[in-house]
């Protein structure tokens, strides 16, 4: 057990470092990326987003949370995988090749063809690297990831850069896309020693699937359903409008899916570690989300007060029709984290049948409320997702509390000091702008305000979450000054 508490801890710290680092690096290319080019742009991205999607989640098909949940997983187990992903790749990128004229047709944007096919090219590029990741996420690596994340984020995004500059629209992203995942591959397979055993074991792909394929259809279920918005907004409006809600989406949601990125990468392998001990599992579980919440919190509050300021500085005033769909995302995102948790608990379990039958049901409500909901405008869309990401976490942790013996309510308990700290560090941030003139003072002065009010609180009442994050920053510490 102390052997893997400090695997965790070591892992929390690089996965931190890893997550931070890309998403930091990855916000302010985006900037620059963004103040070139124009909502249309990121729209007829976000068109093709569902279309590309779902051939990723078929490369992957399951067997990389299949080989993390499997404690005897080996060389024949990761190498039979390695193979079948490659096949899987060249097929759905062919069906996607052959299906672009119909993906064009359907939003009517002729230039969706081209920009399709060659970005789909990175479904085959990923399934050289699924197997890679997965072995040293299994191991809690991610001391390595972080090396590959920062050499392959800095010079696409410069790619991304100097193609918006000089005039090429919509592919400078997708240029940025396509050499940041070639980079990513290629650095896997440099920084990783494993590599594919010339074998192929059939019953081992069977026995893997079986849990694997529950996982399959339910990423399938949710990554057509939670890009069903994108998909509605693109056909019934235009592709500004798409662009306008996918900005907002990518900025409200980027701190809350770095957290939760964070979380399921070192939560699944942990919890999937305890599966057989209850208590220890729980103990785990509580800890996770009270550092969640104690993170998350104040971070997507704090950007409700910042938004309008911060896109009216780095974006220029011709995105600020996305700061009210920032504000209200941000409500939902500070939820996010918790569903990750959750839904680990589950799959640690070996419980895929519930993990899928979740996915089915929760998607097909979504589906039916946005069908309803989308003549009314996309803030309503948005306010009906917020809402429904309420409503389901409460199904997904009624499922994972009952293999914990814990109460919904007991969870709420824990996580409520966080939220009532954030709430008053909102307010005051808030109050400490209210009167400034300046963008940058609006930014500046709240958010110092806000991190200076939080960290008193959170000393003052002497929260759980504050010991633990801050014996993580000691060690952290620790091993850089060393």
């Given at each position: ?5 400090s695997k ?10 890893d997550?931070?680092l890309?998403?930091g690096?990855?916000f ?8 070139l ?5 990121y729209g007829?991205i976000?068109m ?8 990723d ?30 096949c899987?790749?060249v097929i759905v ?5 052959l ?7 359907f ?6 063809i ?17 197997v ?10 991610f001391?390595?990831?972080?090396k590959?994340?920062?050499?392959s ?25 396509l ?9 896997f ?22 849990f ?21 907004i693109g056909k019934?409006?235009?592709a ?34 305890l599966q ?14 009270r ?12 950007l ?13 005033d ?7 769909y ?17 839904l680990?608990?589950i ?19 979504s ?17 009906s ?34 939220f ?20 940058i003072?609006?930014?500046l ?9 939080y ?16 014996i ?7 091993k850089?000054?060393?």
């Amino acid at each position: 057990m102390g052997n893997l508490k400090s695997k965790t801890t070591n892992a929390a710290i690089w996965s931190t470092l890893d997550k931070f680092l890309e998403q930091g690096i990855r916000f302010i290319i985006g900037l620059f990326v963004a103040r070139l080019l124009f909502p249309s742009d990121y729209g007829l991205i976000g068109m093709i987003a569902i279309f590309l999607a779902i051939p990723d989640v078929l490369v992957n098909s399951g067997f990389g949370s299949a080989l993390i949940q499997k404690k005897s997983a080996n060389d024949s187990d990761f190498s039979t995988v390695f193979y079948f992903n490659i096949c899987v790749g060249v097929i759905v990128y062919l069906i996607l090749y052959l299906t672009a004229p119909l993906i064009a047709d359907f939003y009517q944007e002729p230039q969706l063809i081209l920009i399709t096919r060659v970005v789909g090219l990175t479904i085959i590029i990923n399934s050289f690297a699924l197997v890679q990741r997965t072995f040293l996420t299994k191991n809690l690596n991610f001391k390595v990831q972080t090396k590959i994340s920062f050499f392959s984020i800095l010079p696409s995004g410069i790619i991304g850069i100097l193609f918006a500059y000089y005039g090429y629209g919509v592919w400078a992203i997708v240029f940025q896309s396509l050499s940041s995942r070639i980079l990513t591959t290629s650095f896997f397979w440099i920084f990783n020693n494993w590599r594919p055993k010339l074998v192929f074991n059939l019953q081992s792909l069977k026995s893997l699937f079986s849990f694997g394929s529950n996982l399959l259809a339910a990423g399938i279920f949710y990554t057509i359903f939670s890009r069903i918005y994108t998909v509605v907004i693109g056909k019934f409006y235009d592709a500004e409008s798409l662009g306008n809600y996918t900005k907002a989406y990518q900025i409200a949601r980027m701190p809350a899916n770095s957290i939760t990125s964070i979380i399921e990468r070192i939560a699944f392998p942990v919890f999937s570690t305890l599966q057989n001990d209850i208590d220890k599992l729980l103990i785990g579980f509580r800890k996770f989300a009270r550092i969640a919440a104690f993170i998350n919190f104040p971070i997507m509050i704090g950007l409700i007060v910042l938004s309008e300021p911060l896109v009216r500085l780095i974006l220029t005033d011709k995105w600020l029709q996305i700061v009210p769909y920032i504000q209200v995302i941000c409500i939902g995102g500070l939820i996010i984290p918790l569903h990750t948790l959750s839904l680990s608990i589950i799959k640690a379990k070996g419980d895929s049948k519930i993990f899928l039958r979740l996915e089915f049901v929760k998607n097909i409500i979504s589906t039916i409320v946005i069908f309803i909901i989308y003549r009314w405008g996309i803030m309503a869309i948005i306010y009906s997702n917020v809402v429904l990401a309420y409503l389901f976490l409460y199904v997904n942790f009624y499922f994972a509390g009952k293999k914990m013996n814990f109460t919904f309510g007991k969870h709420l308990v824990d996580l409520l000091p966080y939220f009532g700290m954030s709430l008053i560090t909102m307010v005051i941030m808030y109050i400490s702008g209210y009167f400034l003139s300046s963008d940058i003072l609006k930014l500046l002065v709240p958010t110092i305000t806000g991190i200076l009010v939080y960290g008193l609180l959170s000393r003052f009442f002497k929260v759980e979450a504050y010991t633990e994050s801050m014996i993580i920053l000691h060690k952290i510490k620790s091993k850089f000054t060393k």
